[in-house]
């Protein structure tokens, strides 16, 4: 079964940056592409990135190109969202997620980290 655990958020102030973490275990890491994902209070979860299952392409929804850096470290079993520029409207739980690199759909998510961005 696979694990994920989010690390990296807290508060920060607008123009700040913040770099959050998700660790997996329990499969080879390898053979999934991951993706983060996001949920402020009141909305749906709308996704922010997503990498392939070797780091070689990535993909950003188009309110976090040049401002959010998805990577991963295969021989870390981590994936990292690298957080600039980072607005009051950036305030959500952050989820990292799971897709088998056949798959056509997220299977596992972490518990989410709570980023709040002050103006």
């Known amino acids: 079964q696979v694990q994920l655990v989010e690390s990296g958020g807290g508060l920060v102030q607008a123009g700040g940056s913040l770099r959050l973490s998700c660790a997996f275990s329990?499969?080879?890491?390898?053979?999934?592409?991951m993706g983060w994902f996001r949920q402020a209070p009141g909305k749906e979860r709308e996704f922010v990135a997503a990498?392939?299952?070797?780091?070689?392409?990535?993909y950003y929804a188009d309110s976090m190109k040049g401002r959010f850096t998805i990577f991963r470290d295969n021989a870390k079993n981590t994936v990292y969202l690298q957080m600039n520029s980072l607005k009051p409207e950036d305030t959500a739980v952050y989820y990292c997620?799971?897709?088998?690199?056949?798959?056509?759909?997220?299977?596992?998510w972490g518990q989410g980290t709570q980023v709040t961005v002050s103006s």
């Open positions: 997620a799971a897709r088998p690199k056949v798959g056509y759909q997220y299977d596992y």
């Open positions: 990498i392939n299952w070797s780091g070689s392409s990535t």
């Open positions: 329990g499969r080879t890491f390898s053979s999934y592409a």
